[in-house]
């Protein structure tokens, strides 16, 4: 039987949600829809001594952590996502009367912990709002002659909390000058420029970028010394098959 690998436990027993058919390599029974590794080979849970817990599906982050207070025993359940290629936890085993205890407890305080979550909300939606207006006052102080509105967009697109953009780095938390404009560029590309177009239309994601790149320092440039943008500056880019030119309209062209 081949060798099956499995992340490192941490804290405890780890079990995999396979994403091939496998079959206990102790009893021979599956296909098994949860396995643990040991000596690189698959068993049941049986087999492992932990067919006696239930499956909690990740999700209630107050249940979960209580019902492992609750069980002398439990395991961490993950799966492989191929796409970011890595374990990713799904859910936890636990005992089903230390499930139940804990049930029991998140019950009795579970108003107690909804004003909680309501506080918290209203907490971090006024440190979002302070945190955009600053963003985005560092952008006017960048680029004056960036709108005001579109500065403020560009802040507020930047700046969601959760979202992995540069804004919630820590060097947009630290409002780095390097964070900001790598925030304004990405904004010209998409509004200012046809990169969404040539994009769309196959180029390649860095020939699109080359083409539209004397667009884009236009524009940080007249920002830079206080001149808005204008339509008349518009840049248009080819997006033939094999012309990669970047092309100016001329004068009086419709």
């Known amino acids: 039987m081949a060798s099956f690998a499995a992340p490192p436990a941490r804290g405890g027993p780890m079990v995999v949600q396979p994403l091939r058919k496998r079959h206990c390599a102790e009893c021979?029974?599956?296909?098994?829809?949860?396995?643990?590794?040991?000596?690189?080979?698959?068993?049941?849970?049986?087999?492992a001594d932990l067919g006696h817990l239930v499956f909690l599906p990740r999700g209630d982050t107050a249940?979960?952590?209580?019902?492992?207070e609750e069980s002398a025993l439990s395991a961490v359940v993950v799966r492989f996502d191929r796409r970011r290629g890595r374990y990713e936890r799904q859910g936890v085993l636990v005992e089903?009367?230390?499930?139940?205890?804990a049930e029991e407890r998140c019950l009795a305080d579970a108003e107690a912990r909804r004003r909680r979550r309501v506080r918290d909300a209203g907490r971090r939606a006024a440190e979002d709002l302070r945190f955009?207006?600053?963003?985005a006052a560092e952008i006017r102080r960048l680029f004056p002659g960036c709108p005001q509105e579109r500065a403020r967009t560009i802040a507020a697109h930047a700046s969601v909390r959760g979202s992995g953009r540069v804004g919630r780095s820590a060097a947009g938390q630290a409002l780095s000058e390097g964070a900001v404009?790598?925030?304004?560029?990405?904004?010209?590309?998409?509004?200012?420029?046809?990169?969404?177009?040539?994009?769309?239309?196959?180029?390649?994601?860095?020939e699109a970028r080359r083409r539209i790149s004397v667009?884009?320092?236009e524009v940080l440039r007249g920002w830079r010394e206080g001149r808005a943008l204008t339509p008349e500056a518009a840049v248009d880019v080819r997006?033939?098959?094999?012309?990669s030119r970047p092309w100016l309209p001329e004068r009086g062209r419709p």
């Open 215 to 217: 667009r884009v320092e």
């Open 63 to 68: 249940l979960t952590r209580r019902a492992r």
């Open 181 to 206: 404009v790598s925030a304004v560029v990405a904004s010209v590309r998409h509004v200012d420029t046809p990169y969404d177009q040539l994009l769309m239309s196959g180029v390649p994601r860095h």
């Open 96 to 101: 089903e009367a230390g499930l139940a205890r």
């Open 132 to 135: 955009t207006e600053a963003f």
């Open 239 to 243: 997006v033939c098959s094999g012309d």
């Open 28 to 47: 021979r029974r599956g296909p098994l829809p949860l396995v643990v590794v040991e000596g690189g080979v698959p068993r049941c849970l049986d087999c």
